[in-house]
């Protein structure tokens, strides 16, 4: 079986379908490790713990899409996000080893730059494959379905715009997949997108939900992580674009990044209800009241 050697630095711990994220030594250099695990190996956690998700290469949680994009140098050179070098691929019968060159956090990067790299992405041609992952908002709201919603927010100062936006689900979900599609790289959290390549173009990390989604999604991800208000973001965002050869309607990547926002901040918030973050969750969550508010008037 498969075991990280003592001397790696963990950076991440054992997660879906993976055995954890490494800081590694390298030919001299520092490097990372990941390790996958297939849903056979006696680790595998897929999504809710259901082999048949992470062998379903379209779904979000499909095992393989990290390797499948890496070897396949999909991103590797693309301009806006693309993917660090890739130094080492090796499959045994219980997973995927991958090794990559060590990317640093870039934490003075603007918001706006970070926008303005997921626009200019968007414009790439990156191909549709077998392995690219549908969007995942849908199947994860439907994960909620026997809860009807958020029952964890019932007490909470957001209970009312959680309660309307659970009614009007179908709506909206419709309104959002009804949006172009245009390259993702699906989790476009600050710790995922790194530092700068060149001019216009940051190495991000963890690309195990790259997809073909809604326009605006990867906006709508980045603006949960940032101080700054979705307007100047969605200027930047269609700025990239622009800058790609894409011309996006600003309507359309305001709704698409809205639409996640919303729902992947009321889902969080209702995970850390009963727990130590509950507090600084809801707190969160009510700096984004306008834009709840909002949607629940479109």
């Known amino acids: 079986m498969w075991e990280p050697d003592p001397a790696w630095t963990r950076l991440a711990p ?9 800081l590694v030594s390298h030919r001299d ?12 190996g006696a680790r595998f956690r897929g999504a809710e713990d259901r ?64 926008a303005r790299a997921l626009g200019r992405f968007a414009a790439e041609p990156v191909p549709v494959t077998g392995w690219t992952s549908r969007p995942s908002l849908g199947a994860r709201l439907r994960a909620r379905d026997d809860a009807r919603g958020w029952p964890e927010l019932a007490s909470s100062p957001i209970a009312g715009v959680a309660a309307m936006l659970w009614h009007q689900r179908d709506r909206l979900l419709t309104s959002y997949a009804g949006l172009p599609a245009v390259p993702s790289h699906g989790d476009a959290i600050l710790a ?28 709508g991800t980045l603006l949960l992580s940032v101080r700054q208000p979705l307007g100047p973001l969605v200027d930047s965002y269609l700025c990239g674009a622009v800058a790609g050869g894409l011309v996006l309607r600003e309507a359309d990547v305001v709704h698409g990044a809205a639409v996640v926002a919303a729902y992947t901040l009321l889902t969080r918030t209702a995970h850390a209800v009963g727990g130590p973050e509950e507090e600084r969750a809801v707190t969160e969550a009510l700096r984004f009241e306008g834009l709840l508010e909002a949607l629940v008037e479109v």
């Open 192 to 219: 995922n997108v790194r530092a700068a390549a060149e001019p216009g173009t940051l190495v991000a990390v963890d690309w195990s939900a790259l997809g073909h989604h809604p326009v605006g999604s990867d906006l």
């Open 29 to 40: 250099a520092r490097a990372v490790v990941k390790r996958l695990v297939a849903p056979t």
């Open 51 to 114: 082999p048949e998700a992470a062998t379903d290469p379209g779904h979000w949680a499909y095992w393989r899409r990290e390797a499948e994009v890496a070897t396949a140098g999909v991103v590797a050179a693309t301009s806006g996000l693309r993917a660090p070098v890739l130094l080492d691929c090796a499959e045994d019968g219980d997973g995927i080893t991958l090794v990559w060159e060590w990317v640093p956090a870039a934490d003075d990067v603007a918001a706006a730059d970070r």
């Open 14 to 22: 054992p997660r879906a379908s993976t055995a954890g994220v490494f």
